[in-house]
């Protein structure tokens, strides 16, 4: 009986598939940047494959394998820097002083300005988002309110365990499912919005050297409430448009785990909680609205609102509605309002 071949991640957006290094190497560097790439055991053919989805403009999504244990050796990534996680398997990962062995519990994220090279071993395919080094330095100094001169270098290994790290990893799912399911996010509101919450997410939940920065200077400033309602008055009248935590800060001059800080103390919830309750209680209108003109006999889609007000993944839409509302979308489109 044959087996079909298994779907890999983001088989979709397939780049090549090799066995021959040379071949591998220059079609891996076309994406990324030139490097040496030398199987550990010559004898063992390659089986390599790159799968790359760009979102916006300064992030993408990556699959990589090679099959066999190989060393591979960027030198300089200069441009960009990888979160890369191990699927299965594992690599010795170094750049510049640190090192970290990364495996399913353990990621790398290797910074640009640092000497990177690893070993991936045998069976060791990667999920790994790109980020334009230019855009998460200025990601940085919009969060910080301040202007950074060091190189951003972060601490080599991530806990994929940190509890802090759990939103975006499920973020990050949550992606490569929708572009799994071919949903392209190219262009769209969804996308300019998954890049600046990877950017932001990394740069406030990863240890890296600019860390007191986003505290301020390291002296955090207490913000009054009329800061948060501030806030909030911004977020409430952009609920469709690609309003990220670093629009905030700069709007309100605020660095951003002061800004975090501050909505806790008075609201109890995040900010990014408050744009997304916002954004249900407003998809929620327009649904009712919809529903005393006959919203489903008159062409009203559920899914069309959604991607307006900047809802990428239906299940965890419809969780959190549900939540809120004690009932679906779909039911609040169906039932008559008095």
């Not at 990364?102 to 990621?107: C, E, K, L, N, P």
């Not at 409430?225 to 911004?234: C, G, K, M, S």
């Not at 609102?305 to 004690?326: E, I, K, P, Q, S």
Request: hydrophobic share 40%.
């Amino acid at each position: 009986m044959v087996h079909p071949a298994p779907v890999l991640p983001l088989q979709r957006y397939a780049l090549f598939h090799s066995r021959d290094v040379d071949e591998a190497r220059e079609s891996v560097a076309r994406i990324f940047c030139p490097h040496l790439l030398a199987p550990v055991t010559p004898r063992r053919p390659l089986d390599a494959c790159h799968h790359s989805a760009p979102l916006h403009k300064d992030v993408s999504l990556n699959y990589v394998q090679y099959g066999p244990c190989v060393d591979i050796q960027p030198g300089y990534l200069k441009d960009f820097f990888l979160l890369q996680i191990p699927l299965h398997g594992g690599a010795e990962v170094r750049c510049g002083g640190q090192s970290v062995r990364a495996d399913v519990h353990t990621a790398s994220l290797p910074s640009p300005t640092e000497p990177l090279s690893m070993r991936w071993a045998d069976d060791s395919p990667h999920l790994i988002v790109k980020l334009s080094r230019v855009a998460l330095q200025t990601q940085l100094e919009r969060l910080a309110q301040a202007s950074i001169g060091q190189p951003l270098v972060f601490d080599l290994g991530v806990r994929l365990s940190d509890p802090a790290l759990a939103p975006v990893l499920h973020f990050i799912r949550c992606l490569r499912d929708t572009l799994d399911a071919g949903d392209s996010l190219t262009g769209s509101l969804l996308a300019e919005q998954a890049e600046a919450y990877l950017m932001s997410s990394l740069l406030l939940c990863v240890p890296h050297n600019h860390g007191a920065a986003l505290d301020g200077g390291g002296a955090r400033r207490a913000l009054v409430p009329r800061t948060v309602r501030r806030a909030q008055e911004y977020m409430a009248s952009r609920l469709d448009q690609a309003v990220s935590l670093a629009d905030l800060c700069q709007h309100l001059g605020v660095s951003a785990r002061a800004l975090q800080s501050a909505f806790r103390q008075h609201t109890g919830e995040s900010p990014t909680a408050f744009m997304r309750n916002a954004r249900l209680d407003r998809l929620r209108d327009e649904l009712r609205a919809a529903s005393q003109q006959g919203g489903v006999q008159g062409g009203m889609q559920v899914g069309d609102l959604a991607t307006r007000y900047g809802f990428m993944h239906a299940g965890r839409l419809a969780a959190d509605y549900r939540a809120r509302f004690g009932e679906s979308p779909s039911q609040t489109l169906r039932t008559r309002h008095h």
